[in-house]
């Protein structure tokens, strides 16, 4: 479970799996994670395909132990892919909770100063640990 020293927790705007030469950043967060071994991982702006590319399955095959839940914020290409928060956790996971935020309008075109927000939640022993961007 979790040692004497407390919950360590990593958090990184992993700005769509992308670096900006656009080379995948997968590889680099997992070298990230296999470094200082969190409980958890908060990644923002993850950029999931539902039958396409996806970096999360590639993450954790690359990071035994973890599980995710990933949340998104909005869904695009005629629901074919979504873009949100994801948690990571090497604990069980008691619960989970999201939540929709409110402004701006549920329906991104482009054209507002913000897009659609969300929130995840989890439940990991005793505390609960939560990602937004």
């Known amino acids: 479970m979790i040692d004497a020293d407390g919950l360590r927790v990593l ?6 799996w992308r670096v900006l ?3 995948s950043n997968v590889g680099a967060v997992a070298d990230l ?8 991982v908060s990644l923002v702006e993850v950029d999931e395909h539902w039958a396409g590319h996806s970096g999360l399955p590639p993450l954790l095959d690359r990071v035994p132990g973890y599980s995710s839940v990933f949340v998104p914020a909005f869904e695009y290409a005629a629901g074919g892919a979504g873009f949100g928060n994801a948690l990571l956790t090497s604990v069980p996971i008691r619960h989970v909770r999201q939540r929709q935020l409110v402004w701006p309008q549920p329906v991104y ?3 507002e100063p913000s897009q659609q927000r969300a929130a995840v939640f989890v439940q990991i022993g005793r505390w609960w640990v939560g990602s937004t961007h």
């Open 109 to 111: 075109d482009g054209s």
């Open 11 to 16: 958090h990184w705007n992993i700005r769509s």
């Open 33 to 40: 994670i296999g470094q200082h071994a969190p409980h958890v």
């Open 21 to 23: 030469a656009d080379r």
